[in-house]
Structures are given as C-alpha cells and as structure tokens.
C-alpha cells in the first residue's frame, strides 16, 4: 500500500514547486525582497502574499484596466507593491490599515518601490474607512483586494461594493482556511466570517463570482473573485 505523504511533505512539494514558477515566472525584484527584508525586521507576522499571488494580483488589475484600486489590509505593503505597479501614471491606490506600525512600515516600502505618489496607506478600522469613503462620494474602485481579519469580511464585502462600479473585481485573500470553510459548525470566528461573506456574495445578483483553492509556499488556502456585473 503506497503511503499517503504527510502534511509537512506536502508543503514542501507545494514550495517545490512554487520556487520553480517563481524562477520561471517572477524573477527576484530587488525592491521586492526589500520589502520582506524591512518588514521582517519590523517583526511584522510574515502572512503577506506569495510573489506568484501577489503576480496574479497585478495580472487582474492590468487586465480590468484598473485606474484606481483599493486594498483592505496593508500589513508591510508587499501587496500594495505588486498592485500599484499595475496602475497607469495617474492611477492611484488606497490601501486601509488598522495598526499604525504596519502603516508606516508600508509608507517606507512603497515610496522605495517609486508609488509614494499615486499610493496612500489610511490608517483606522477598516469598517470605519470604507463609511467614511463611501459619505465622502468617493469614485468607484475599478479593484478592491480584501486581506485582513476574516472576521470583518462581510462588512468589507458590503463596503467594497458600495464603492464599486459595474465591472469592479472584488478580490478576497484567505477564503478556504486549510478546507476548514466548508465546515459548516466550526467555532472558529475566521471561519464563520468567510462563510457570512460567501452567503451574502451568492445571494447578491449584483455579483458573479467563483472561488478557487491553493496550494504553495504559503500552505493551503485559496480565493475567492466577484465580478460587479450591475450597478450598486
């Protein structure tokens, strides 16, 4: 009987592979790496994306066309990095953060990467940010990348697409936690709030969405995309 490999051995093939694309597809950036370096020194938790997902990120937002783009999680701005390059000279990009130290880490990791000027990090609860957008009449975002407390989902679902047009991507990060989202009595509160989010997006006819699962050096998760196919 041939034995199952273990958990630890598949991340290891995951990361195997993930390597390969990377040197396939996504050369070394030096800002990039400069980005984690300073991050880690900051000791912020290493959770940021993959340079493979943070690719697929700046993929979609070239492909929408995007010209301005919101993010809901900042952490040290590695994210923020891969979108903001998708931008033309004029886009620009708002990135939410709650905690101030993560906020000025990411300040000095995007004006590194040349986005100072078409990039702003607001510091506050992310919930409270997306009201005080959508009061303002702030114009629609063309993508939103969701990627902080799971919890909050279904809120930054709600704020995302009142700051949305016709034709706005809603990316969210971290909607398959290791398989854990499709047991439907997990006590666990990161859980629930994907879940809440994923009830609200397929029951809203404004949304066409899917999701997909991941694997790689960042373990096993996945994400999910809603396309804004009517007006909010």
Known sequence: M??????????ARWTTVD??????????????????????????????????????????????????????????GYSAIWLG???PPDGRLLSLEL?????????????????AERAEVRVGPAAESLTALRRASTPAFDVVFIDADKVGYPEYLEGAIALSRRGTLIVADNV????????????????????????????????FATAIQTVG????????AALVVADP
Do not use: C, W
């Not at 041939?2 to 991340?11: E, F, G, M, N």
């Not at 905690?99 to 986005?115: F, T």
């Not at 997990?186 to 029951?203: L, P």
């Open 217 to 224: 050096s960042k373990g096993y998760d996945g994400f999910s």
């Open 2 to 11: 041939t034995q199952r490999p273990s958990p630890a051995d598949d991340l």
């Open 99 to 115: 905690e101030p130290r993560h906020a000025e880490v990411a300040r000095a990791n995007l004006a590194r990467a040349g986005l």
């Open 19 to 76: 390597r390969y694309y990377e040197d396939a597809l996504a050369p070394e950036d030096p800002v990039l790496e400069e980005t984690l370096r300073t991050s880690h020194a900051a000791g912020l938790p290493e959770i940021q994306v993959s340079p493979l997902q943070g690719r697929l990120l700046h993929l979609l937002a070239r492909a929408v066309g995007a010209r301005r783009i919101l993010e809901v999680g900042t952490l040290g």
């Open 85 to 87: 390059r998708a931008l």
């Open 176 to 207: 398959v936690r290791r398989g854990d989202v499709a047991d439907a009595s997990s006590s666990d509160a990161q859980v629930q709030g994907v879940r809440r989010m994923n009830e609200r997006i397929a029951h809203d006819p404004r949304l």
